[in-house]
């Protein structure tokens, strides 16, 4: 699968915290977004670790986007909220992941090999500026 939650999450948030002047909170968010605040503080701090935000500690910390709207791709998003590069297919990027074990007799692949370059090369121009718009 493309995306799960977690970047529809993490690109929910990030549209939020980009349009705010100050640190926003975990809690913050994930009431205004109605979903689970265990689940969201772990893709925010995949978000801080892969340098899309700055984690601040205390009273008034939360979340700020560490590079501009229009510097952070939804390829980036994805593969920090998600821990691994998106793909359309179990396949789409290594004939060698194929799920059945027939990867090197699959006539498929190539289709959804260019496809996934397509995709990734769209995801990279795309920027979360782009999504606020």
């Not at 968010?29 to 935000?53: D, E, M, Y």
């Not at 590069?85 to 179990?90: A, E, K, P």
């Not at 789409?92 to 990734?120: E, H, I």
Request: with cysteine.
């Amino acid at each position: 699968m493309l995306f799960t939650r977690a970047t529809e999450y993490a690109l929910l948030s990030l549209i939020i915290i980009a349009k705010e002047e100050k640190p926003l909170g975990t809690e913050y968010l994930s009431k205004r977004l109605n979903i689970s605040r265990s689940f969201l503080a772990k893709i925010l701090q995949s978000l801080a670790k892969k340098g899309i935000l700055i984690s601040y500690k205390g009273a008034a910390g939360g979340f700020k986007l560490a590079l501009p709207a229009e510097q952070i791709s939804i390829k980036e998003i994805a593969h920090a909220a998600e821990g691994r590069s998106v793909s359309i297919f179990d396949c789409s990027t290594d004939q060698g992941a194929c799920p059945s074990n027939q990867g090197d007799f699959c006539t498929l692949w190539p289709f959804l090999n260019r496809l996934q370059t397509k995709v990734d090369s769209y995801l990279e121009e795309l920027t979360l500026k782009d999504i606020m718009e």
